[in-house]
């Protein structure tokens, strides 16, 4: 499992509006990527371009490369469901099945495709999941309830388990804690530093101490102004990001002087 | 007579003289007191005595309380005595109709009026009826039979195809086609159900012959009236499932047509089920478009496809319009209303489905 992701000379556009341009990077595999950047940078739309979730939008398209190992996710014929399935999605707001207990939430990525799946496979998987989400002990009791029920932490963590059932390559996630208390935060933080073992992880943040803390690589994103587009002004390892950056902008923007 | 209760602190900028909780029903006992006394000098009569009432407390409560309490809360009484006002307005024809309807419809509404036909009934039992007090005979059952029948069978057309143009204006429409079913689908709203009845007509009369008349016609006639609603209803629905659940399921990587299925309908389906619970009450009653498709016959027919069929409403008409005894009317009209009364109470049962049918579906929450 985990694949790496190699970003070639992409412009992402809404109808005629360019909102990123330009960008290049590589993802490694078994890692975590961290996107900043001050709001209304692109930092969401170059991520939901990772998956072709974009194309939900009417008239959001891209021109460049992006490849999962080698395959160009843009390549005539891709179809999109099969890059969903293999690179997952957790947004900033966690969405839970309202229709769907705790369990069957958790299965829904196997479900709803339909897959035939037995009553002790679906436990099983239902259990690692919820472990490897870090919510089966608070959960265990409570499978069959529904899950709009669970606290907004607790939720994330569902639609994190959600995520990780289906076994994607790579997990993106959309400022996962940006609606959650620090000790939800923590818990989904500790939860990043493991799925890594197994994931290729890029997450979105506006919390500077979490990049730090959670990833490995740090891409910082920047906008000239409103109108304009955003672009990728540098990317590096986390440490020297914040340490030393290369660019003045990053430098100001991580030390709190922007934005 | 005081009304202050709450002293302010000297210092309080908060605290604010208020009237007592009973001032406002004391004042309302004193209105209907004086407005008694007022339409007695007149001359008395209920209405006058209820607007005078309303009239003097609309009047006095306002100013009472702008007196201890202050202009902005003066003004907030005298709107919500309006907000009351236009309530109980409103209400007057609904209880009025209903009121209506049980007092004139009970005398003739028992499970012989259900079960039993107008087969062979004719003015000379209504004439004995009348006269010497012979029981009533004769009822609604094929009336009833062909009303569930025809409206069944409308659901049964009209709830796939707005279903299905709900989903394609809400999951697939974009451009000019999506607009152009909104904008039919809106001037069907507005057609008048005798015009649907004339279209329904005419249709089987070039299908089946000149003259074609059966219950599915008028299930043909009911399905334009009752489409706009439902795709309408429908639409209103799936518009608010969340976007976020949609992005959920296409994020796990599920096909569209598998995620409206079984994501977005789900979601929605409490909502969805008891508006086209709804849009059937709404065409249960209709009657023009009725008599000019099923037409009238005083024998049960439970066959939708062939002969005259029937219904609730065209039986009020006929019986109300064109009493069996020209001489004395009275039984016919009791029997009108007695199936005046059924509508209404299937209207109603209708109604309480569409919100059992709500609850029963409504996501769960909670442990
Ligand atoms: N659905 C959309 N249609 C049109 N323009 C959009 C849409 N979504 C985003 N944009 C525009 O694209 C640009 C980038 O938005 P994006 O949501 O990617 O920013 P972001 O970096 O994620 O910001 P934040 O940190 O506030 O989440 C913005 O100018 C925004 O107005
Ligand atoms: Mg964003």
Redo the contacts with the bound molecule.
């Keep these: 499992m985990s694949k790496r992701i190699d970003v070639g000379d992409l412009n992402i556009y809404?109808?005629d509006?360019l909102?990123?341009e330009g960008v290049s990077m590589e993802i490694e595999a078994r890692s975590v990527t961290a996107?900043i950047?001050?709001?209304?940078?692109?930092?969401?739309?170059?991520?939901?371009a990772l998956n072709r979730m974009h194309e939900v939008?009417p008239?959001?398209r891209v021109e460049g490369k992006v490849m999962l190992d080698g395959e160009d996710l843009y390549a005539y014929g891709v179809d999109p469901v099969n890059v969903r399935r293999q690179i997952g999605m957790v947004f900033?707001r966690p969405n839970p099945f309202p229709t769907m207990s705790v369990r069957d939430n958790v299965l829904a990525g196997i479900k709803l495709n339909s897959a035939r799946m037995g009553k002790s496979e679906g436990d099983e998987i239902a259990e690692r999941s919820l472990r490897g989400a870090n919510l089966w002990n608070e959960v265990k009791d409570r499978l069959d309830k529904p899950g709009a029920g669970l606290s907004g932490g607790q939720q994330q963590r569902l639609c994190i388990a959600r995520a990780i059932a289906v076994q994607p390559e790579v997990l993106l996630m959309?400022?996962p804690c940006s609606a959650l208390d620090p000790i939800s935060t923590l818990a989904i933080e500790d939860l990043i530093g493991e799925l890594k073992q197994n994931y290729t992880i890029v997450i979105?943040t506006?919390n500077m101490q979490q990049a730090a803390r959670v990833s490995d690589r740090t891409a910082f994103?920047n906008?000239a102004g409103?109108?304009k587009p955003?672009k990728l002004i540098e990317m590096d390892d986390t440490t020297k990001i914040f340490t030393k950056p290369g660019v003045k902008a990053t430098e100001d923007y991580v030390s709190g002087r922007f934005g | 007579m005081t009304v202050t209760t709450s002293t302010p602190h000297e210092s309080s900028t908060l605290t604010h003289d208020q009237l007592h909780r009973y001032v406002p029903v004391g004042l309302f006992v004193a209105a209907g007191a004086l407005g008694a006394a007022l339409s007695a000098v007149i001359g008395f009569s209920l209405p006058m005595f209820v607007v005078l009432t309303v009239v003097i407390f609309a009047i006095v409560l306002p100013i009472v309380s702008g007196v201890v309490e202050g202009r902005r809360k003066a003004i907030d009484r005298f709107v919500t005595v309006l907000v009351y006002m236009a309530f109980v307005i409103a209400l007057v024809p609904l209880v009025s109709v209903i009121w209506s309807v049980i007092g004139n419809g009970l005398s003739a509404f028992s499970a012989d009026f259900l079960t039993t036909s107008m087969r062979n009934v004719t003015g000379l039992e209504d004439q004995q009826t009348a006269q010497e007090g012979a029981p009533l005979i004769g009822g609604a059952y094929h009336a009833l039979m062909g009303t569930l029948l025809i409206t069944a069978l409308a659901a049964a057309i009209s709830v796939p195809i707005g279903l299905m143009t709900s989903i394609y204006l809400v999951e697939y429409g974009r451009g000019r086609l999506a607009r152009a079913i909104t904008f039919f689908v809106d001037v069907m709203t507005g057609i008048p159900s005798i015009v649907a009845g004339l279209f329904a007509a005419a249709l089987f009369a070039v299908l089946f012959g000149v003259g074609t008349r059966n219950g599915f016609a008028g299930a043909v006639a009911l399905s334009v009236l009752m489409i706009p609603v439902v795709v309408r209803s429908s639409e209103e629905m799936l518009r608010i499932v969340p976007n976020e659940l949609r992005e959920a399921a296409y994020a796990l990587g599920v096909p569209k047509w598998r995620m409206i299925l079984r994501v977005v309908i789900p979601t929605a389906i409490s909502g969805i089920a008891s508006g086209v619970t709804l849009a059937i009450a709404r065409v249960v009653g209709e009657t023009a478009p009725l008599i000019v498709t099923a037409g009238f016959t005083s024998s049960i027919n439970t066959n939708p496809f062939s002969d005259w069929m029937m219904s609730l409403p065209a039986y009020v008409y006929s019986l109300a319009m064109r009493p069996l005894s020209g001489s004395e009317p009275q039984p016919s009209l009791d029997r009108a209303w007695a199936a005046a009364l059924t509508l209404v109470i299937i209207v109603m049962l209708l109604n309480l489905i569409a919100r059992l049918i709500a609850k029963a579906f409504a996501p769960k929450t909670g442990r």
């Design positions: 809404y109808g509006f909102a990123v996107f950047g001050p709001s209304g940078c692109g930092k969401s739309t170059f991520l939901r939008i008239g959001a900033q959309d400022e979105v506006h994103f906008i409103t109108g955003g």
